[in-house]
C-alpha cells in the first residue's frame, strides 16, 4: 500500500510531547551502556536521585521545588545507591538515577511531601523533564522488584548495566525490562448528512473513576496482536461497538507499572451500545455539544472529561477539534 500524501504534513512537534510523562529530555546513552556505567554516576558528585517509597516519590516543595537530591541526601533516607537505576544524563551533564527509600510519609515535615505518580502528574509539582524521569524511574523499580528469582530456574538474581538487564545467578537466563503497550482509543461516528455537530464519540464510565467522569475505552494489546486488531477488539467486548479504520494519534508513557498507551482515533460501524457492567458501569455516545461542555466543566449532568494531561483528554479535544 503506498503511502499517503499528506504523510509529511503531520503537525511535529507531535501531540505525545505535550501528554503528562511524556517530558523526558534525558540522554539516556543505552548504546554505551555497559557494567562500569553504574558506578561512574556514582562517582560522580554531580549526580541526582529520584527518591522513590512504594509508587510514589519525594518532592521538596518550596520557591524552586525539586525532586531530585544529592547522593549524601539519598542515603539520609535510608536509600542504598548502589541499589539504584541509571535513568541517563540530564542536558547539564548530571547522571539521573531513581533508587527505593524507606521513607515513612506521616515522619516528613515541611517542605517536604510523598506525592503518587497520579497526584504528581496533575499537581505540577516539579518541571515535566523530572516527571518524565520519575515516570522512567518508577517504571524500571517496578521491573527490578518483580523479578528478584529466576523465571526459569527460581534461583536469586542480580542486577546488571545500571538496571537494564536482570541475570540469573544460576543458569544465566537474561531477562530485560518490559513495556506493556494498551490501546486507547476514541471511537466516532459521523453523521451521515455531513453536519459536523451532529457526529458523536463513543465514552465510557469505569465504577472506579471519580463523580461524573467519562472517558476513552482502553484495553491490553495482546501477543500476536496488531494495535488495530486490539482496538477492534476491545471496543467490541467492551462494548459491542464494531470498529473499521484505525488512525494513530499520539502515545503516553504511563508508569502504572510500566505501559506506554497508544491513542486512536477510529471510525465505528454500529451504534447499538451493549456493555455487561463488570469493566464499565455506563457507555454512551456523545455529541460534540456535549463534550465541550464536558471540558468546561459546565455539563448540566455533572459529566466530565479527565483532565487535560491525560491522553483521553487529548483525544477527545483533538476530535472536538476547537
Not at 34 to 57: C, I, M, Y
Not at 86 to 112: C, H, K, R
Not at 149 to 155: I, Q, S, V
Request: hydrophobic content about 40%.
Amino acid at each position: 500500500m503506498p503511502l499517503p500524501d499528506d504523510l509529511f504534513s503531520a503537525p511535529f512537534p507531535e501531540p505525545s510531547q505535550s501528554f503528562g510523562f511524556a517530558g523526558n529530555r534525558l540522554v539516556r546513552d543505552s548504546e554505551n551502556r555497559d557494567e562500569t556505567s553504574l558506578q561512574k554516576a556514582l562517582d560522580n558528585p554531580a549526580s541526582r536521585f529520584f527518591l522513590h517509597s512504594g509508587a510514589s516519590v519525594l518532592v521538596e516543595k518550596g520557591d524552586a521545588p525539586r525532586a531530585a537530591f544529592s547522593i549524601e541526601e539519598a542515603r539520609g533516607r535510608g536509600a542504598d545507591p548502589a541499589a539504584s537505576v541509571l535513568l541517563g544524563t540530564a542536558p547539564d551533564g548530571a547522571p539521573q538515577l531513581s533508587v527505593a527509600a524507606p521513607i515513612d510519609a506521616e515522619a516528613l515535615q515541611e517542605p517536604f511531601h510523598l506525592y503518587d505518580h497520579r497526584a504528581l502528574l496533575y499537581a505540577s509539582s516539579v518541571s515535566e523533564a523530572e516527571v518524565g524521569a520519575i515516570a522512567q524511574g518508577a517504571a524500571l523499580l517496578a521491573f527490578l522488584a518483580n523479578h528478584r528469582f529466576c523465571g526459569k530456574c527460581g534461583a536469586p538474581t542480580r542486577t546488571e548495566i545500571g538496571g537494564y538487564r536482570i541475570a540469573c545467578t544460576r543458569c544465566g537466563h537474561l531477562v530485560f525490562p518490559r513495556t506493556d503497550p494498551v490501546v486507547i482509543m476514541l471511537s466516532v461516528v459521523r453523521d451521515p448528512a455531513g453536519d459536523r455537530e451532529s457526529d458523536k464519540c463513543l465514552l465510557g464510565r469505569s465504577p472506579h473513576f471519580p463523580e461524573g467522569w467519562y472517558s476513552t475505552l482502553a484495553g491490553f494489546v495482546e501477543p500476536g496482536e496488531t494495535i488495530e486488531d486490539a482496538v477492534r477488539r476491545e471496543t467490541f467486548e467492551e462494548a459491542a461497538i464494531r470498529v473499521r479504520r484505525v488512525r494513530y494519534y499520539g502515545s503516553q508513557p504511563w508508569p502504572f507499572p510500566h505501559s506506554l498507551m497508544i491513542g486512536v482515533h477510529c471510525e465505528a460501524e454500529s451504534q447499538d451500545i451493549r456493555f455487561d457492567g463488570n469493566e464499565l458501569e455506563d457507555c454512551r455516545w456523545f455529541s460534540r455539544a456535549d463534550v465541550r461542555l464536558m471540558i468546561a466543566d459546565t455539563h448540566p449532568e455533572g459529566f466530565k472529561c479527565p483532565p487535560s494531561r491525560a491522553i483521553a483528554h487529548s483525544l477527545i479535544r483533538a476530535w472536538v477539534g476547537d
